[in-house]
Every structure is written in structure tokens, then in C-alpha cells.
């Protein structure tokens, strides 16, 4: 059979395109999950961001209260809470009052340990 093997024809036996297949999907495997890993990890750091947070609400609603408007807001989080990278700030302010709820922050906890299960497996 007559392939591409790295940029360049080759006659090929069975053996040999069987064996080019495998380290292709084997490396397609390899980073797809890397991948995933690393999406699973900045959701991780996001939802431990909520679920950390969620302690001070009435703090945040007020930092949220006094701005005038968002890019105001981010910068009252950069400015007052060194703790929070912006990832997890812009998280906050993106999130709809609804996700404060006693019910919908059982959710948030719910998707934290699955995403942890995630990233262990």
C-alpha cells in the first residue's frame, strides 16, 4: 500500500500502517485528555472561587452595589480582595443572583466533586 509516513510516500505493509494507526491514536488520546484535564482544572478553580465566596455574600453584593458599572466592579475586586484572581472575580460577577440560593449552591458543591473525580481519574 502506497501512505503518507511523516510528510513522505512510503509503500507500506499491513503490519506497518496498523502500527502508524495505533501511535496516531494513541497520541490523539493522550491529547485529548490532557486537555480535559486542563478544562477540568480551571472549572475546579472557578467553582472553589463560588464555593469560597459564598461565605461573604453580603460583602460581594455590596463591593457589586456601589459600583457604577462592571469594569468599576472589577476593579473594587482587584482592589479589594488580593485573594481573588480575576478568573474567579470575573466568575463572580458573571453569576446570576439566582446561583446564591441554598438549593443552587448545593448544585455549585455538587459539579466542585464531580470535577475533582474528573481531574483524580
Same mark, same amino acid.
Given at each position: ?49 463560588? *464555593?469560597? #465566596?459564598?461565605?461573604?455574600? =453580603? /460583602?460581594?453584593?455590596?463591593? $457589586? @452595589? ?36 441554598? *438549593?443552587? #449552591?448545593?448544585?455549585?458543591? =455538587? /459539579?466542585?466533586?464531580?470535577? $475533582? @473525580?474528573?481531574?483524580?481519574?
Amino acid at each position: 500500500m502506497l501512505a503518507l509516513s511523516k510528510g513522505d510516500r512510503r509503500r507500506l505493509t499491513l503490519r506497518n500502517i496498523i502500527d502508524h494507526f495505533i501511535k496516531h491514536r494513541n497520541e490523539i488520546v493522550v491529547r485529548r485528555t490532557k486537555f480535559d484535564l486542563t478544562e477540568a482544572e480551571k472549572r475546579a478553580h472557578i467553582l472553589e472561587g463560588t *464555593l469560597s #465566596r459564598s461565605i461573604n455574600i =453580603d /460583602e460581594i453584593i455590596q463591593l $457589586i @452595589k456601589k459600583a457604577k458599572d462592571v469594569p468599576t466592579a472589577q476593579a473594587q475586586f482587584d482592589e479589594n480582595a488580593s485573594s481573588f484572581p480575576k478568573i474567579q472575580a470575573k466568575a463572580i460577577l458573571d453569576m446570576r443572583l439566582q446561583r446564591l440560593t441554598g *438549593l443552587e #449552591r448545593k448544585k455549585v458543591e =455538587d /459539579e466542585y466533586k464531580e470535577t $475533582i @473525580k474528573i481531574i483524580e481519574r
